[in-house]
């Protein structure tokens, strides 16, 4: 006597799995980036408050990440047949793990970069404070970082427009 396994509540069950991992990592590296960034924009707007509009950038910049887990999510979910309307496809085992494989490369580099993006804003944001005409070089080096979770998005797509 055993225990019976849907396959098709199965594989439900891993693809939502890495739709959920897609946007917690990328959402979790998002917030500890902002927070690095924010951290060291609030100690420049005790001092100077009307530094706030050339600072906002590079305290946001980190945050874009968890658009892009919160992006792939919904994509896989939709594609499921989870977010409303019929399934595209037949759910199994097998699928299943294909969609979960679908949302670790957004979901790493987002946690990665976002973490690693939030440190360099942070550092522009003390350059940004001693010379604000400057405060763009800053938010060119914060972008440069959000290359990689830029290409991890695109890993994530194409996976799921292979599924």
Not at 30 to 50: C, H, M, Q, R, T
């Amino acid at each position: 006597m055993g225990i019976e396994v849907d396959p098709q509540a199965l594989g439900l069950g891993i693809g939502i799995l890495g739709a959920a991992f897609a946007a917690i990592f990328a959402g979790i590296g998002s917030a500890i980036g902002i927070g690095y960034a924010a951290k060291v924009a609030n100690g420049v707007l005790a001092e100077d408050p009307d530094k706030f509009g050339s600072l906002f950038i590079l305290v946001v910049l980190p945050g874009t990440q968890g658009f892009y887990g919160f992006l792939a999510a919904f994509l896989i979910l939709s594609k499921m047949g989870i977010m409303g309307g019929g399934a595209e496809i037949t759910m199994n085992i097998w699928t299943g793990l294909k969609f979960f494989f679908a949302g670790l490369p957004v979901a790493f580099t987002g946690l990665l970069s976002a973490i690693h993006q939030g440190k360099v804003c942070a550092s522009g944001v003390e350059m940004a404070a001693k010379r604000p005409k400057d405060s763009t070089k800053a938010v060119i080096y914060g972008a440069m970082v959000e290359t990689y979770a830029v290409l991890g998005l695109l890993i994530t797509i194409f996976i799921w427009l292979g599924i």
